[in-house]
């Protein structure tokens, strides 16, 4: 990683400032660079949502004018402060912007939002000769650039990956990505995917005998999907959970749109969907809990579900060899 030219903008609500930077950090300062770079990696494995460049005129000058980047993110930091100096549930922070180069020699640009946590420190004072230690509190201590970015972007290519938290401001909702980038809202993938399965569940009751594998075979589904092409196929899902139940699917699709949810959903960050989906947890009646690889569920040799005469369902697990 190399920085190219990082600017920070101080938002401090306590005190009602804005405080704008007018001159971009020493790009050789060690500390500025090992920080950027794991706020960078940070974001990247967060769950982000995808816009073209085109479709952003405030951030594609922050882009396509290096010259004025200080300006132009000055502006910025004043108009997001404007937008939260009233907002009692939105916190201030620092507003990191930056330029800069990846080791595959990619130009990045992007801004992070860094919010202010709350500290004790020591302190060493004087009454008049006497010296004291004492404690007090830091308001505006930056958070570890390992913690998760709730608001945020980074352009590569044409495409800018944003990272926005939702907000509620004086009861109505606030976002980054909405009320200072001007974009339209954009569901997240996870907020697809839980429209997904309250629709499977629903359905399953409706049509099915029993639901009890519905919410693991829905996530296997999902993991098929996303592993296959980067995307949530309601077709394969549909296929997946209720197989010989043309009805059942029909139903299910019917109903993802009615809620808005399109036939093929994109996920611009698989990698993290993989991990979270290719084990799944099934929760029996009696309180039993598995956590089963989904490349084994519908594998009979390992795991395999009877339905009893009773209709109750029972589970047998196969081939168990001890270490």
Same mark, same amino acid.
């Given at each position: 990683?190399r920085?190219?030219e990082a600017?920070?903008h101080?938002?401090?609500?306590?005190?009602g400032?804005?405080?704008?930077s007018?001159?971009?950090?020493?790009?050789s300062?060690?500390?500025?660079e090992e920080?950027?770079?794991?706020?960078?990696?940070k974001?990247?494995?967060t769950?982000?949502?995808?816009t073209?460049?085109?479709?952003?005129?405030?951030?594609?000058?922050?882009?396509?004018?290096p010259?004025?980047?200080?300006?132009?993110s000055a502006?910025?930091?004043?108009?997001?402060f404007?937008?939260?100096?009233s907002?009692?549930?939105?916190?201030?922070?620092?507003l990191?912007?930056?330029r800069?180069?990846?080791?595959?020699?990619?130009?990045l640009?992007?801004?992070?939002?860094?919010?202010y946590?709350?500290?004790y420190?020591?302190?060493?004072e004087?009454?008049?000769?006497?010296?004291?230690?004492?404690?007090?509190? +830091?308001?505006t201590i930056?958070?570890? %650039? !390992?913690?998760?970015? @709730?608001d945020?972007?980074? #352009?590569?290519?044409? =495409?800018?990956?944003?990272?926005s938290?939702?907000?509620?401001?004086?009861?109505?909702?606030?976002?980054?990505?909405q009320?200072?980038?001007?974009?339209?809202?954009?569901?997240?993938?996870?907020?697809?995917?839980?429209?997904?399965?309250?629709?499977v569940?629903?359905?399953?009751?409706?049509?099915?005998?029993t639901?009890?594998l519905?919410?693991?075979?829905?996530?296997?589904?999902?993991?098929?999907?996303?592993k296959k092409?980067?995307?949530i196929?309601?077709?394969?899902?549909?296929?997946?959970?209720f197989?010989?139940?043309?009805?059942?699917?029909v139903?299910?699709?019917?109903?993802?749109?009615?809620?808005g949810?399109?036939?093929t959903?994109?996920?611009p960050?698989?990698p993290?969907?993989e991990?979270?989906?290719?084990?799944q947890?099934?929760?029996?009646? +009696?309180?039993?809990?598995m956590?089963v %690889? !989904?490349d084994?569920l @519908?594998n009979?040799?390992? #795991?395999?579900?009877? =339905?009893?005469?009773?209709?109750?369902m029972?589970?047998?697990?196969?081939?168990i060899?001890?270490d």
């Amino acid at each position: 990683m190399r920085i190219i030219e990082a600017v920070v903008h101080v938002m401090d609500k306590d005190s009602g400032n804005v405080v704008v930077s007018h001159k971009a950090v020493d790009p050789s300062d060690v500390v500025m660079e090992e920080y950027l770079q794991k706020v960078i990696e940070k974001l990247m494995k967060t769950e982000y949502t995808e816009t073209p460049l085109d479709d952003c005129e405030i951030v594609k000058q922050l882009v396509d004018n290096p010259s004025d980047f200080i300006d132009h993110s000055a502006q910025i930091s004043l108009d997001f402060f404007n937008a939260i100096k009233s907002a009692t549930k939105i916190n201030g922070g620092d507003l990191l912007f930056f330029r800069a180069q990846n080791d595959d020699l990619v130009d990045l640009t992007g801004m992070v939002k860094l919010d202010y946590t709350a500290k004790y420190l020591h302190a060493v004072e004087y009454d008049n000769d006497t010296l004291v230690n004492t404690i007090i509190q +830091n308001k505006t201590i930056l958070p570890s %650039p !390992v913690q998760t970015v @709730k608001d945020g972007f980074l #352009v590569m290519g044409d =495409t800018i990956r944003i990272q926005s938290k939702k907000y509620d401001n004086n009861g109505e909702d606030w976002s980054f990505a909405q009320n200072i980038l001007k974009l339209p809202v954009v569901k997240k993938v996870s907020e697809e995917i839980k429209t997904i399965e309250k629709t499977v569940k629903e359905t399953a009751k409706k049509y099915t005998e029993t639901d009890v594998l519905t919410v693991p075979q829905t996530h296997k589904a999902v993991y098929e999907s996303i592993k296959k092409d980067e995307s949530i196929d309601s077709d394969h899902i549909a296929e997946t959970v209720f197989q010989d139940n043309p009805e059942a699917k029909v139903a299910f699709k019917e109903k993802l749109k009615e809620r808005g949810v399109s036939e093929t959903v994109r996920v611009p960050n698989a990698p993290i969907f993989e991990k979270k989906y290719q084990k799944q947890k099934i929760k029996l009646g +009696n309180g039993i809990e598995m956590t089963v %690889p !989904v490349d084994v569920l @519908k594998n009979k040799d390992v #795991v395999e579900f009877r =339905t009893n005469p009773d209709g109750t369902m029972s589970v047998i697990v196969k081939n168990i060899e001890q270490d």
